[in-house]
């Protein structure tokens, strides 16, 4: 009998520290989470596109987030298309500008500015949904919104 208890608690301490070194395992590798080099490489260039020129798979998402805003990506094997919407504004006349677009060594940075309506403009008393999308060379990188 003393046999096996003592088989038991070693079985016990095996099984926990398994489980300590697959938690230990996970929170080193920060589960699959890639850190981003902010260090600029070069700025990329870019096309904005209209609405025919965006694939229709992303022209889909972009319509079905357009209310509440989005940042999507889409590649195929030619072109990385990123594309941000701000969501529902109660008039028009709005535009958006971009800061940046540039890539690191592990990730490619796009930022833009939603710039509103100027004083005294004459606007649309509409709601609009102002949006940007963009083209450029096909890279394999996460994309960091800014």
Do not use: H
């Amino acid at each position: 009998m003393g046999r096996m208890k003592w088989l038991g608690n070693r079985i016990n301490q095996a099984v926990g520290a398994l489980l300590l070194l697959s938690f230990l395992w996970m929170s080193a590798g920060g589960c699959g989470i890639e850190r981003t080099d902010g260090q600029k490489l070069e700025d990329l260039p870019y096309a904005i596109l209209e609405e025919k020129e965006i694939p229709q798979e992303l022209l889909k998402a972009m319509e079905e987030k357009k209310e509440t805003g989005f940042k999507l990506t889409y590649a195929d094997k030619e072109y990385l298309y990123i594309a941000i919407g701000y969501g529902a504004q109660e008039t028009g006349g709005y535009s958006i500008s971009i800061n940046e677009c540039y890539r690191t060594k592990n990730a490619v940075y796009f930022g833009t500015t939603l710039i509103g309506p100027r004083k005294g403009e004459k606007i649309n008393e509409v709601a609009s949904y102002p949006y940007i999308a963009i083209r450029t060379k096909y890279l394999k990188k996460n994309v960091v919104f800014q």
